[in-house]
């Protein structure tokens, strides 16, 4: 997910998806013009970079030159064509080929054709590589697409959203809902997991618990998975340097993700400092910690029996369970301050039945979206 100005984008289409396509598209304008000198005329500005890779890809003798249009503003086409630099000279005569970003509504292209009516040019095509076939009003014939794609606004590859995102080598969609990072906090037993299992559907969020995470790595037998088993089965926190890393490579392998539920990160400040640093370099951010409370009691008894039917060992001797509290108490607990210090703290009564606990954690959640999205 990337942010430009206010807005949040999530991948689409990849740069190999486009230069695969662009191929294609050069091969078949080829075949067409074996016995000429076509020109390329690309349309500014969003066009530059498909013009680029087009020409690079044009196994042939061709000439290139631009006209520039623009009849967006924000999110949509503004329905009017402002021409900012007019048909080229020299090309009475010749055959062109429009290379064109994005076939949407078909405005530009109106105007193109009309650009291009008043002089006798040999042959008239027109190419676009993103093509909304929704949106498009099919006036006129598109020769050669790229890329299919549904009515929806992109940017990158030329593409821009109030002049940002042109540079990106790959095609972003824009993310009709808000992006909300949660934290998960609580002592061992506290029902994170279980309650994010239900968040994660119910929000379509990303869950990451490191816990899992750990757990997934022992049991493949990773180098990380033998590193965090000594500290595990103690009942002792995985050093920080070996969790931070391996969270951020977690939170990297998902940049489709409409959000993150964080389950057992951080448990300690340096975890808390680092995941904003992390959160800041992808210009998101954690919008809210949720704390499941429950007292001791509580929670080593419902430990105790997860630890006779899931088989985890750190479950099933209350030694490894008093030492994990411990644990929490003098290096978890420091984190809550540092998000009551950012005002990101909410404190909810973990103790009820489990839908009686994620109607309390989605009052708190509904609340975040209600003020992303005012
Ligand atoms: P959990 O499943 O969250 O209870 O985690 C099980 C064990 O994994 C913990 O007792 C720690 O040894 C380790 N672990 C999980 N998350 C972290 C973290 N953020 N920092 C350090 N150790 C962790």
Redesign the pocket.
């Known amino acids: 997910m990337i942010k430009l100005h206010d807005k949040y984008f999530k991948p689409f289409i990849s740069a190999g998806e486009i230069q695969e396509a662009i191929a294609k598209m050069a091969k078949q304008v080829r075949a067409d013009f074996k016995d000429e000198v076509p020109i390329f005329i690309g349309v500014l500005n969003g066009a530059f970079m498909f013009a680029s890779d087009f020409l690079k890809a044009y196994d042939g003798p061709c000439e290139v030159s631009f006209v520039k249009l623009s009849s967006y503003r924000g999110l949509s086409s503004t329905g009017i064509v402002e021409t900012l630099l007019d048909v080229p000279e020299g090309v009475e005569g010749r055959s062109v080929v429009i290379l064109e970003d994005v076939i949407d509504t078909g405005n530009t292209v109106k105007e193109l054709v009309l650009m291009f009516s008043e002089i006798n040019v040999k042959r008239f095509r027109i190419a676009g590589m993103f093509y909304k076939p929704e949106a498009y009003n099919g006036e006129y014939r598109i020769d050669y697409v790229g890329i299919t794609i549904p009515d929806r606004f992109i940017v990158g590859y030329g593409l821009d959203y109030n002049e940002l995102g042109r540079n990106l080598p790959e095609v972003y969609q824009i993310n009709d809902k808000p992006m909300i990072n949660l934290v998960l906090f609580g002592k061992?037993g506290a029902g994170k997991g279980t309650q994010a299992n239900f968040l994660k559907e119910k929000y379509d969020l990303k869950h990451i618990?490191?816990?899992?995470v750990?757990r997934y790595n022992i049991k493949n037998g990773t180098e990380l998975g033998k590193l965090?088993k000594s500290?595990?089965d103690k009942?002792?926190?995985?050093p920080d340097e070996v969790?931070i890393n391996m969270l951020r490579d977690e939170v990297e392998k998902n940049p489709e993700a409409n959000g993150f539920i964080f389950d057992?990160?951080?448990?300690t400040r340096a975890?808390a400092e680092a995941l904003d640093e992390l959160m800041d370099s992808k210009t998101m951010k954690i919008h809210a910690t949720i704390a499941l409370e429950a007292n001791d009691e509580v929670l080593i008894e419902r430990l105790l029996e997860r630890g006779k039917v899931s088989g985890r060992t750190?479950d099933q001797d209350e030694n490894k369970i008093r030492n994990?509290f411990e644990e929490y108490n003098e290096k978890t607990a420091p984190v809550l301050e540092y998000y009551n210090e950012q005002d990101k703290l909410h404190n909810v009564n973990g103790i009820g039945s489990i839908t009686e606990i994620t109607d309390r954690l989605s009052a708190v959640i509904d609340t975040l979206y209600k003020k992303e999205e005012a």
């Open positions: 061992p618990s490191t816990g899992d750990f965090a500290y595990i009942g002792e926190l995985v969790t057992g990160f951080p448990r975890q750190d994990r």
